[in-house]
């Protein structure tokens, strides 16, 4: 079992920048795809993010296309997600997940993830 733990969240203006960070517990981690939800309330968890098991693929949903990167660095077993140009609809809870299929390239998908973090919330003023 793979535990995930986000941090970075926090309350900033419109048009600021935010890094969060998803330490994974084991080190399995850096065979598994990972991606980054968010869901705001009263409306469904949604896609933001997804990267491949090496990094070589990425995937965004077209809301945060060109403002939000994600990366990782498995010899620390982190994933991050800079937000970059943040926006009042930004406004979520901010949760990582791990897609446990070994050597995925990812997917936006969020019914293939198996683990999940607890959340860190992004609140974001205009």
């Known amino acids: 079992q793979v535990q995930l733990v986000e941090s970075g969240g926090g309350l900033v203006q419109a048009g600021d920048s935010l890094r969060l960070s998803c330490v994974a517990s084991e080190r399995t981690f850096s065979s598994y795809a990972m991606g980054w939800f968010r869901q705001a309330p009263g409306k469904e968890r949604e896609f933001v993010a997804a990267?491949?098991?090496?990094?070589?693929?990425?995937y965004y949903a077209d809301s945060v296309k060109g403002r939000f990167t994600i990366s990782r660095d498995n010899a620390k077993n982190t994933v991050h997600l800079q937000m970059n140009s943040l926006k009042p609809e930004d406004t979520a809870v901010y949760y990582c997940a791990a897609d446990k299929t070994l050597y995925s390239i990812g997917t936006p998908r969020v019914e293939r993830y198996d683990y999940w973090g607890q959340g860190t919330q992004v609140t974001v003023s205009s």
């Open positions: 990267i491949s098991w090496r990094g070589g693929f990425t």
